[in-house]
């Protein structure tokens, strides 16, 4: 009972845009929740990513209580015309706390925001009995990767490195069997759906966490977006997360010592069926 309305990349690499529409509809169909793709099936829901082919439909629209999401770029003429004609839609549909903050400090509503992370699939895999060490870089300079790794060759530790944007979802998955725990250092996220899937697979996360926020694609008078972080949906159960070189020791032994259950954590906060029934409470 939900019209999605968005444009399929063409780009055949699974990253973090592409995972949030699968997230949608395999949650959707999980659910049992009829969808179509860019055509009027049902008669009022409409999800519409602003995209050319979401703005182009959401120009056709007579009412207002479409949502507009899971994805809003703001700096463009798309997100100008959102920003001034909040009476266009029920609301904008933001993955994390940073997104929220953002917007409203550009000027948008805070009564037309919500917050909605697309949900993260269970995932289970037969995993090593060994520690081994996934190590998981975005966006962050060789340098603090190497440290991790001098780090773990120094003390005799197994690991494996995966690269954002150099590898195929094979490649992860391998990893989340070879591996027993995650070290992540990467860059501020919006949701973080690679690290959330490594939680529900029940690998715990080490975060190097950002107290900045810095994306290339955003203007000069945006970098200094509020409540950066790498993971805003993370809790005592799921890792640890610290912030500078002098942190990482005292970090890792509390990590390597710990008993995490981040499946749990995923279950009840993120999945499948947790984030449609929030997606249609906002329909509501």
């Known amino acids: ?105 550009q000027g948008y509503l805070e009564e037309k925001l919500a917050l909605w992370p697309v949900g993260i699939k269970d995932i289970n895999v037969e995993r090593t009995k060994d520690i081994r060490f996934l190590i998981y870089q975005k966006e962050r300079p060789d340098s603090d990767v190497n440290y991790v790794i001098s780090f773990l060759e120094k003390n005799g530790y197994d690991y494996r490195i995966l690269r954002y944007g150099s590898y195929i979802p094979e490649d992860y998955y391998r990893c989340l069997s070879e591996c027993s725990h995650a070290i992540i250092v990467g860059r501020p996220e919006t949701q973080g759906i690679a690290y959330q899937e490594m939680m529900s697979s029940d690998m715990p996360l080490m975060i190097w966490d950002n107290r900045e926020w810095y994306d290339y694609g955003i203007p000069v008078e945006y970098q200094k977006n509020p409540a950066p972080t790498s993971a805003h949906y993370f809790s005592d159960e799921c890792g640890e997360k610290f912030y500078t070189k002098d942190e990482f020791e005292s970090t890792f032994d509390k990590f390597v010592s710990t008993e995490y259950n981040p499946k749990a954590y995923v279950k009840r906060e993120l999945s499948y069926e947790v984030s449609v029934k929030k997606l249609l409470s906002l329909f509501e």
């Not at 509809?25 to 999980?30: A, H, I, V, Y």
């Not at 049902?42 to 602003?50: G, P, R, T, V």
């Not at 439909?57 to 999401?69: A, M, N, P, Q, Y």
């Open 1 to 105: 009972m939900i019209n999605l309305w968005y444009e399929e990349s063409p780009n055949q690499q699974v990253r973090g845009p592409q995972k949030v529409l699968i997230g949608l509809r395999e949650s959707l169909e999980k659910c049992n929740v009829p969808y179509a793709i860019n055509e009027d099936r049902y008669a009022f829901n409409h999800l519409i990513q602003y995209d050319p082919i979401g703005h182009i439909k959401h120009e056709k629209l007579e009412h207002s209580s479409c949502l507009i999401g899971p994805q809003v770029w703001p700096f463009d003429k798309y997100g100008e015309f959102l920003k001034r004609c909040p009476q266009y839609y029920k609301k904008l549909l933001m993955p994390g706390m940073s997104c929220y903050l953002s917007f409203i400090q």
